[in-house]
């Protein structure tokens, strides 16, 4: 029902309007989830299930976060990291709403690609901000679309403050990392990297390795299932690397 609805959606109603209007739309929604058997740490609603995406991710009906968003928004308050000035590349809407009410924080969202809504538009590759300027750096989807990702990982370790935090995923495969520069139409990289504006896969230990040769230390965490995931709408195992800079 929530996916025939949102095609209906984004086919009569303008994208704008939409985004402006969501939480009106959603709370209509959200009706027929709402219970006790599931949270959204991120919107704190009670529901009696997430909503499962074709691509079996669990969304939530109140405020469209994904497991890892609620995951990554649980950890960054456990680490303390919404603090500062915090830049944070094609954030989804949930978190972009969350986090630009916080005090806490001096908020720079952005987007690059205009897919997303952000107030910068910020090249990873050519980042416009001193050097280590932020507390917390928010990069999650982002590498595998970047050919130059060196580039990227560089100005990411530049303007990080010395104790600060760079909070990175990627699709991830086992083995070496798999990229090769002869694909180049969206045909050849959907079916070389499962998506046809990814340019690489990376293997955790491959994007652990690239991040050192910049400077970062970096640590890997990683989650596996546990009891509480079915309640927070978690999908495990997950894995996440956080980059610091000494």
């Not at 997430?50 to 995951?71: M, N």
């Not at 987007?111 to 107030?119: H, K, Q, R, Y």
């Not at 104790?163 to 180049?184: H, M, R, S, V, W």
Request: aromatic share 14%; proline share 3%; glycine share 4%.
């Amino acid at each position: 029902m929530y996916n025939g609805l949102k095609i209906i959606l984004k086919a009569f109603i303008p994208q704008k309007f939409l985004f402006k209007h969501e939480f009106r739309f959603r709370r209509l929604i959200t009706l027929n989830y709402l219970g006790n058997n599931h949270h959204c740490d991120i919107c704190k609603t009670k529901l009696n299930r997430f909503i499962k995406l074709e691509s079996h991710d669990l969304l939530c009906p109140a405020c469209g976060s994904r497991s890892r968003t609620r995951r990554l928004y649980n950890l960054l308050l456990q680490d303390n990291a919404l603090e500062g000035h915090v830049l944070h590349f094609s954030p989804s809407r949930s978190l972009y709403r969350t986090f630009k009410k916080l005090d806490s924080i001096n908020y720079f969202s952005t987007d690059f690609e205009n897919e997303f809504v952000a107030d910068y538009s910020i090249d990873i590759r050519k980042i416009d901000f001193e050097d280590s300027y932020f507390d917390t750096i928010i990069c999650y989807h982002i590498l595998e679309h970047i050919e130059e990702d060196f580039t990227a990982m560089a100005e990411l370790f530049r303007v990080l403050k010395p104790n600060g935090t760079c909070y990175l995923q990627t699709p991830f495969k086992n083995g070496d990392i798999y990229e090769d520069a002869t694909k180049t139409n969206k045909s050849q990289r959907l079916e070389a990297f499962g998506q046809d504006d990814h340019v690489r896969i990376y293997s955790v230990q491959g994007l652990k390795k690239r991040l050192e040769q910049v400077g970062f230390k970096v640590s890997v965490k990683s989650f596996k299932p546990e009891q509480e995931d079915e309640y927070l709408g978690y999908r495990s195992p997950e894995t996440i690397l956080m980059a610091s800079k000494s």
